[in-house]
């Protein structure tokens, strides 16, 4: 199933610390998802009543550290975000436990294997401050608050600025967001529904539970401590980071005489009428409810779309259907959202915080579903203005897909993987039809997610099933994909790397973790070229572009600055298109060579695109 990257749900990113792993040749190597092991928990009724249930939680919490213990003693696990996941749960336990030596432990091994220099520098700050705080007042003491602050503050007050600052802005954030009755909201919105018709939850949910506990038991009572000690430091270090990516940009004007660039946008829909004069059109069609040309597609003007049945449909635009009538407030609501992530105290982010602060449980579920609905609605255009970006020769085709805003989504099943599969054939013959020569590829498939949204709809005996079923499905999409991708090789695709903090082989991302010769992976670095601290990594990610607080146009006309590598995937297409609107004649491997050999590195090693460097390549390879 396929999944956005431009959102980024708070809570799901929790306290996620990780072990040095010891190797030993008696333990089976682990190196991709599927070789790790899948666990059910049994549960005696609804899930939130096991979270309010003290003893009973403990109970399963126990079940849970031992599954997690024998797979470490087991397995020797290649992956850093698995461990930090299970060491991030074990130390939750040892909190819950009283066992603070075990966790301060735990806490200072976990720097050793985050691969980011911010991730390691705040990791296990927060936590270190709580456990030493509570080790003062000591078992049943009052926590002394006053020395969490400063305790806290001196950790905070040491960090390098530079590095930190999108970390430390995200974690205030995540704070001023979390409440019980937001904790609540997730679990009675998302998982009781799928055990009131199975009866269990599988490890990846039992250890999502565990750190909603963990954070509701140690982080909530010091909320206020925190979110004041994290605003001042922000406040006292905020300047605006040297912005590295005006000096690189290239501006092409109409007088430059050069040849028009086709780009699909392969997203959630374009609202057409914000690029009025750089569309694709197919003068053999007309808005008319027919297929006039008989090509498969109706009113495909400006392009194409598949509903969320994975079905042909003339609308090239994401519908908000019953919330239509909303739409001034679900654009506040998601430009708030993004100021949040960024600490920017805005109207809208205030009046958001306010508003989430004294939600009831029962209306958690309802607010994702609207960040969900604004941001499918957003993100093909916004995508598009970034892909087009000073660049008149670009022409956008759209190219819709649609995905479930629902908390508990359409349930995946085979019969949806193959119609997924028959679209992206047929998508991809499409683009070849009409010249395509760059496919923005904002988005992503992730096993992972396929096996939550077969979970939430109580699909699957057992954890083990679900993982059999959602490799099948998973492996349809995947492999007619690669094979249409591969099939194409005059269009370059460029996609982007995923917004997850993991590394994409690993957990078998498509079309990230492909290796084609017409495949361009872009990751996400900030303004001044730092990694941001959610993209995604690995041996198949080949450059990295701006992601953070990308301003672009919304449906209306509205602009909007948001994160993610769905805004650094479309910087890297907008230099491929200039390219080619220069030099009609390259192949893609040849514009990936210019791209990557024009690329500079960071401080960490990265290769960000410098789009007037390739260009200057590609002028004294002409004249050469």
């Known amino acids: 199933m396929k999944r956005t990257f431009l959102m980024v749900c708070f809570w799901a990113a929790m306290l996620l610390p990780v072990l ?15 070789d790790l092991p899948r666990y059910t928990y049994t549960i005696g009724g609804k899930v939130s009543e096991l979270y309010s249930d003290r003893e009973a939680f403990r109970e399963f919490a126990t079940l849970v550290r031992t599954d997690i213990e024998r797979d470490l003693a087991t397995y020797d696990i290649q992956d850093n975000k698995t461990l930090r996941s299970f060491y991030g749960i074990l130390l939750a336990l040892d909190m819950m436990d009283d066992e603070y030596e075990a966790a301060l432990d735990k806490v200072s091994r976990i720097r050793k294997l985050h691969e980011k220099t911010a991730n390691r520098l705040t990791s296990g700050l927060v936590t270190e401050a709580i456990i030493k705080t509570h080790q003062k007042s000591g078992p049943g003491g009052t926590l002394d608050k006053e020395f969490f602050v400063r305790t806290l503050s001196q950790k905070i007050d040491s960090l390098p600025w530079e590095v930190v600052q999108e970390r430390i802005e995200e974690l205030k954030g995540q704070m001023e967001i979390f409440s019980d009755n937001f904790f609540m909201g997730i679990i009675q919105g998302q998982f009781d529904p799928a055990v009131e018709k199975t009866g269990h939850i599988s490890n990846d949910v039992a250890q999502r539970l565990i750190s909603l506990r963990y954070v509701a038991d140690f982080q909530l009572p010091l909320k206020e401590q925190i979110v004041t000690v994290l605003d001042k430091y922000i406040s006292a270090n905020r300047f605006e980071k040297e912005d590295i990516w005006q000096a690189r940009e290239v501006v092409l004007s109409e007088e430059d005489n050069l040849q028009p660039v086709l780009i699909a946008v392969w997203d959630t829909g374009i609202d057409v009428d914000v ?23 109706v009113d495909d003007v400006h392009g194409i779309a598949y509903n969320v049945e994975a079905e042909k449909t003339p609308e090239i635009i994401y519908r908000l259907g019953d919330a239509e009538n909303r739409l001034p407030e679900l654009k506040d609501f998601i430009k708030g959202f993004f100021d949040i992530q960024a600490a920017v105290e805005s109207p809208e982010a205030i009046a958001l915080k306010k508003k989430i602060s004294q939600m009831q449980p029962e209306e958690i579920k309802m607010m994702f579903e609207d960040l969900m609905r604004i941001g499918l609605y957003m993100h093909g255009t916004h995508v598009a203005g970034i892909a087009v970006e000073d660049n008149p020769h670009a022409r956008i085709m759209t190219v819709r897909f649609t995905i479930d805003y629902h908390t508990i989504p359409m349930a995946p099943t085979i019969e949806y993987s193959r119609k997924a599969a028959k679209g992206y054939k047929e998508t991809i013959e499409y683009m070849k039809a009409y010249g395509v020569r760059v496919v923005n590829m904002s988005w992503g498939g992730v096993l992972r997610g396929t096996e939550r949204d077969l979970e939430a709809n109580g699909i699957g005996e057992t954890a083990e099933e679900r993982a059999r079923m959602a490799r099948e499905m998973f492996d349809i999409e995947k492999e007619a994909l690669f094979e249409a991708m591969k099939n194409a090789p005059e269009v370059l695709f460029v996609t982007a790397a995923g917004n997850d903090n993991d590394d994409v082989a690993f957990e078998d991302y498509y079309p990230a973790a492909f290796d084609l010769p017409n495949l361009l992976v872009v990751g996400a670095v900030d303004e001044a070229g730092d990694v941001t601290s959610f993209t995604s990594f690995g041996a198949t990610v080949d450059v990295y572009a701006n992601g953070y607080e990308v301003e672009s146009y919304l449906p209306g006309g509205d602009r909007l600055a948001a994160s993610g590598t769905s805004a650094s995937s479309p910087n890297a297409a907008n230099l491929a298109a200039k390219v080619l609107a220069l030099e009609p004649s390259l192949t ?34 002409k004249k050469g």
């Open 588 to 621: 893609p491997s040849e514009v990936i060579a210019l791209i990557k050999n024009g690329a500079e590195p960071n401080v960490e090693g990265l290769l960000l695109i410098n789009p007037k460097k390739s260009l200057e390549l590609l002028s004294a390879q």
């Open 20 to 34: 040095t792993h010891t190797q030993e040749t008696a333990k089976k190597r682990i190196e991709g998802i599927d």
């Open 275 to 297: 690029y009025p004069d750089q569309l694709f059109v197919n003068p053999k069609e007309k808005i008319n409810g027919k297929d006039d040309d008989l090509n498969g597609f």
